[in-house]
């Protein structure tokens, strides 16, 4: 294991101190887990790919788009 230090203002470190004791574990688990989940949670490689295909639509959506965002259909 690698240790490693951190800074952190007085009111998360009191807010951490806190969720790590009402979880009965200790501040440096805590730092671990949220790390843990944070790392997991990020996609690797291009982030924009996470949303492709998410949502569907027809050939003409793009000018109904377009129209919003230029006030005008693009050609």
């Known amino acids: 294991m690698i240790r490693t230090q951190i800074s952190v203002d007085a009111g998360l470190y009191a807010r951490a101190q806190e969720v790590a004791r009402r979880d009965g574990i200790s501040l440096a688990e805590l730092c671990r887990r949220s790390l843990a989940r944070a790392v997991a949670e990020r996609p690797s490689g291009k982030a924009w790919m996470v949303f492709a295909g998410a949502i569907d639509g027809d050939e003409g959506d793009s000018t ?8 005008r259909a693009q050609p």
């Not at 109904?64 to 006030?71: H, K, M």
């Open 64 to 71: 109904s788009v377009d129209a919003l965002v230029y006030g």
